[in-house]
Each structure stands twice: as structure tokens, then as C-alpha cells.
């Protein structure tokens, strides 16, 4: 299975883009990086998810490198409540798990 | 977004005790759910999934005897752990997904905290 390795903290100003990297350099051709987010004692809360094209939604956007060995999820104007952990995922093409490690924890200051 | 929903929110219970947990998927039906643990500061770890109609595939480590799972219809599964010890007090995380795929996506409930005294 893909690893994912992805800085344990990052600080970012209320109303700017928060940007957060996530490396998956040994991802195969068809799994898929998906991103969640966990705000404190709740259930992770999906965000977005892609292939090989960037994505974006009403929530954030993905942006996957070329060679699919890294991706960056923005949050274009964070606010104090995108304050979580963010968890960047792959997901192995023949099965329905999603393996969570250790994510990055966002600090949204005002 | 899909609605996934727990219940109970939060259960204190005796220790030798077996406590329930439910699972619903409201808005969609499931035909597999997963179940996670999380222990303070720590990610979540994947239990178990459960499939509707069929046993649950256990992760390495974690005892299906101890924790029994039951997903009887594609809007219900149950997490029940007993013999409860306060070392299997935790945060027990559901999530639900439908009919599976390569971009299929889970959607989690909002956690029940299990104390165990």
C-alpha cells in the first residue's frame, strides 16, 4: 500500500490559502489520494479526492503533481473553524479501506 | 454530504460490562461499514469492516471475540464490545460506504467515547 508522508503541523493566517503538501511517491497508476479532516473529539469529515487531474470543490481544492508523487490540498481562505488534523490518503485500488496515518495538524490563527 | 450517525454519543460503563454501539447510514444505503478506534493523540486505526448479510473482516490484533460486529441491513451496523476493560476505553468511529468501487468514499459518524471504569 501507498504511504503517505505529510508534515505534523502547519500555522496558517484566518481569510489566506492554506496550503498542505502531502508526499505519496510509491502511489500506483490507479489509486486514488483522497483528503479528510478531523476536527477535535468528532468524526473525520471528507474533503475532496482525485485521480490524476486537480480537483475542486465548495470545500477546498487538490492539486496532484504530474507524476502523481505528491499533492497539495488547498483551503483558499481558511478560517478559524478549518482548524483539524488533515489526513491524505491512498487508497488501494482493490479494497474499500482507508488507512489513516498521522496527518497534519492545521493552526488557523486570527 | 451523506449522513452517517452514532449512537451512543458517549457511554460510561462497569468494567466486565458489554456495551452497543449503532451505526446508521441515514440518507443512503450501506453495504459496507468500517469501524475504527482511537485512543488520545493518536490516529485512527481500522478495526474491522463489515459487509450487510455477511461476517466482519478483522484486522491483525484486533480480537473478533471481544469486539462483535453485526451488520443485519444496509442502514444498521453494530459494534457491541464485551467484557469491557478500561483499557478498551477509547473513541469508536463508524463509516459507512455504498457499493464499493475505486472511488468510492466513506463517509464517518461522529464518534461514540467509551469510558470504561
Known amino acids: 500500500d501507498a504511504k503517505t508522508t505529510q508534515p505534523p503541523s502547519m500555522d496558517c493566517a484566518e481569510g489566506r490559502a492554506a496550503n498542505l503538501p502531502c508526499n505519496h511517491s510509491?502511489?500506483?497508476?490507479?489509486?486514488?489520494v483522497y483528503w479528510y479532516r478531523q476536527i477535535h473529539s468528532q468524526g473525520p469529515q471528507y474533503i475532496i479526492h482525485?485521480?490524476?487531474n486537480n480537483e475542486t470543490n465548495e470545500m477546498a481544492s487538490l492539486i496532484i503533481t504530474e507524476d502523481r508523487k505528491s499533492s497539495t490540498l488547498i483551503l483558499p481562505h481558511a478560517t478559524l473553524r478549518d482548524t483539524a488534523v488533515y489526513y491524505c490518503?491512498?487508497?488501494?485500488?482493490?479494497?474499500?479501506?482507508?488507512?489513516f496515518g498521522t496527518g497534519t495538524r492545521l493552526q488557523v490563527f486570527p | 454530504g451523506a449522513v452517517v450517525s452514532q449512537h451512543p454519543s458517549r457511554v460510561i460503563c462497569k468494567s466486565g460490562t458489554s456495551v452497543k454501539i449503532e451505526c446508521r447510514s441515514l440518507?443512503?444505503?450501506?453495504?459496507?461499514m468500517f469501524w475504527y478506534r482511537q485512543f488520545p493523540k493518536q490516529s485512527l486505526m481500522l478495526m474491522a469492516t463489515?459487509?450487510?448479510?455477511?461476517?466482519?473482516?478483522?484486522e491483525q490484533g484486533v480480537e473478533k471475540d471481544k469486539f462483535l460486529i453485526n451488520h443485519a441491513s444496509l442502514t444498521l451496523s453494530t459494534l457491541t464490545v464485551t467484557s469491557a476493560h478500561p483499557e478498551d476505553s477509547s473513541f469508536y468511529i463508524c463509516?459507512?460506504?455504498?457499493?464499493?468501487?475505486?472511488?468510492?468514499?466513506?463517509?464517518f459518524g461522529p464518534g461514540t467515547r467509551l469510558l470504561v471504569l
Open positions: 463509516s459507512a460506504s455504498t457499493s464499493g468501487g475505486a472511488e468510492e468514499t466513506q463517509y
Open positions: 510509491t502511489i500506483s497508476g490507479n489509486e486514488y
Open positions: 482525485g485521480l490524476k
Open positions: 490518503i491512498v487508497r488501494p485500488y482493490n479494497t474499500d479501506k482507508l488507512i
Open positions: 440518507d443512503f444505503q450501506a453495504t459496507t
Open positions: 463489515s459487509n450487510e448479510g455477511s461476517k466482519a473482516t478483522y
